[in-house]
């Protein structure tokens, strides 16, 4: 009975514990608090208890705490690092690298006129056709050439037996003694034969321009290309040097890009260069091949003008500079392949 009694003394001598928060509900609970607030008690097997949470349950609590207030930390500083990384890209991108918007694709165009004047008698192209160079495009009737070049021809032979006459006779001359002859005499003969040698020559030079006029009466290309608005007709007359067929040089494609004169310090003959075409995704690949010097300026005239300004110039900037691009075949055709007919080269 004693022991009893005793034993209920010893509980109500005993503080109450102090009940822990979740760990969820006290984040910013200091670990030395918990320690001052709770009183270990022992229980018969003998393991330290906080009232009825065992001490591995505060520890594993706590710890969630402190990891999830680290990745919050590093969370933000990462979105910061990414922030900072994407403004200095964005920034070089747009407003330090030589970029414009203001570009426009550029090709030689053959302007194909015939050498000789004549009646279109086949016409062996239609619009809009792939065509070689040397190929024919159009023939023009070769009768009055082909007569030209026989008659010519039948001048040389002509030239060449009265050259030969006249040769004879001036040897036969210079064998004559003084008696049966004159140096005068002899001087004339001699100068026949001249004049009959340079009327050769000059035959020969007749053949030679017929011969080539009726070769030009097959009219060729002269580039690699596409003929483009074709308006000639089987029939319609051909003057010389009247252009009446328009090709297109699928070797000469290049872009002229122009540049604010605050960027042209970073172009440089033989950077690499990149364009994109307005409606296609794959990008043109070339390089830089020249910079022009020379400064356009609208508003130098006579009669003071302001001039409308182009957003994508520096406001008050009153000329540009052009910067040129050589692309290469290949990449081009392969961009533009749905309004170019592919092709080997």
Known sequence: MDAVNQEKSIRREEPQSTPIPAAGKSDKLDDKAVELNVVPRAKSDGSPTYGDTPVASIATGSGVAVFKWVARRLATLMISLVAVLVSIVTWDQYVTSP??????????????APEVSGKIKELRIVDNQFVHKGDVLYQIDPFDFDVALRTSK?????RQADVHVKELQSERRRRLSDLATTPEEQQVFE???IQAKAAVDAAQQQVAQADINRRRTEVRSPVNGFVANL????????????SN???????????????EETKLARLCTGDRAEAKLMGYAMPIL??????????????????PRVSPTSTRFIPGCASHSECRFELRSTMF???????LEPRQL
């Open 99 to 112: 970029w414009t918007r203001d570009g426009r694709v550029r090709v030689q165009v053959a302007s194909v």
């Open 191 to 193: 100068g026949n034969a």
């Open 245 to 259: 067929v328009s090709i297109i040089d699928t070797d000469s494609f290049w872009v002229d890009g122009y540049f």
């Open 231 to 242: 308006l000639l007709r089987e029939g319609d007359y051909a003057h010389t040097g009247v």
């Open 154 to 158: 039948a001048v040389l032979e002509q």
């Open 333 to 339: 055709h392969r961009a533009c392949r749905s309004c």
């Open 286 to 303: 070339g390089h830089v091949t020249t910079v022009t010097r020379g400064v356009s300026v609208s508003n130098a005239v006579a009669v």
